[in-house]
């Protein structure tokens, strides 16, 4: 998972677990944070002094090729369920795979690693694509990642992505997104699979499935009973998913506690649906989204 011959001050492997997945462990003066090699995930993040930006769900499965719950999971190279193939796994395999640690280096006090998945002959069997990710994740004051996706193939293809990050909540009907309101979604709790017009910031009340595209992905989760929120700053994200999975979805989930939803929501920025990319060959394109604490 890492060919580099040392890693700098504040960052050390770790093992995740006892099933054999390995991470890394970040302790700088700016930060504390926690990375998986599987999905290049960040799991747990700090800034020092403030309180934990991310949420990981205590029951979260941490074994190899199972998703792992909670922090930023990034979903590539579709969204959702497989657009033809409804036995591929949900989200595409990037959240599933060992991705390897390329560089990491310190500057200015912050930490940046690049974190790279590739095509191999496994994923060419679940998509015929010759392709190249580079996760960049900064560990600072804040935490920031770019996603950089190279068509190292001949043929043109397209992808979905989305970063999909949790945040912890004191309660989530306490909280609320804003930046989206006028705005349309699709609903997925809405079988008629009618657009729906956003009235308002969204709410978390009882389970939320929204897929906002066409939209700026910039946009603020206010945790009203605490006080403090955080603004997602992205660039080249045009699609904004929010998910709660409220009481009864998060009973069916094995990896959620029953009163896990209360305590979180998802705020997803990427590009999927109608935002779906694509890549002519030779061609690179790159996302960003840095997580602003505020109060
Ligand atoms: C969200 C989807 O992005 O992720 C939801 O909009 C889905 O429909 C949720 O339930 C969690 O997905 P998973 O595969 O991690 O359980």
Known sequence: MSTLPSLPDGLREVSLGDKGLRGWQVDTPLCRALVSAQGGQVLAFQSRGREPLLWLSPAAHLAPGLAIRGGIPLCFPWFGPHPSDPRQSAHGFARLREWQLASARLDAGALHLDLVLQADAATRDLWPHDFRATLHV??????????????????AFDFSFAFHSYFPLIDSRRARIEGLAGSTCLDQLDPTGHRRHQHGPVRFDGETDR???????DCRLLDEARNSAVRLLSSGCRSVIAWNPGPEKAARLADMTPSAWQGMACVESGNVKEDTVSLPPGAVVRFALTLHQES
């Open 211 to 217: 897929i906002f595209t066409g939209v700026s992905a």
């Open 138 to 155: 900064g560990l600072g004051h804040h935490l920031s990642l770019q996603l950089e996706v190279a068509n190292n193939g001949t043929a």
